[in-house]
């Protein structure tokens, strides 16, 4: 099997083929759409929660033999 990359549109469901691979016309091929999506229009600005979020000094201290039961309740 051969592969080839092309980018095309699509026309309500007819894809063209450009104009140098119409000799793919006669054959049977596999076709792979992928389509581009639209970027998301709120992006995350750095530092915006600044502020807001807290952690505790001993926030990686090892558990006491009490708190591991509970730590691990589902």
Do not use: C
């Not at 104009?19 to 639209?38: G, I």
């Amino acid at each position: 099997m051969r592969a080839v990359e092309f980018e095309t549109s699509a026309d309500n469901g007819v894809i063209s083929i450009p104009e140098q691979y119409h000799e793919f016309a006669q054959h049977k091929v596999r076709v792979v759409v992928m389509v581009e999506e639209p970027q998301p229009q709120n992006r995350r600005t750095p530092g915006s929660a600044k502020g807001q979020v807290w952690m505790s000094n001993d926030f990686d201290a090892p558990l006491t033999e009490g708190e591991i039961p509970e730590f691990f309740q589902p």
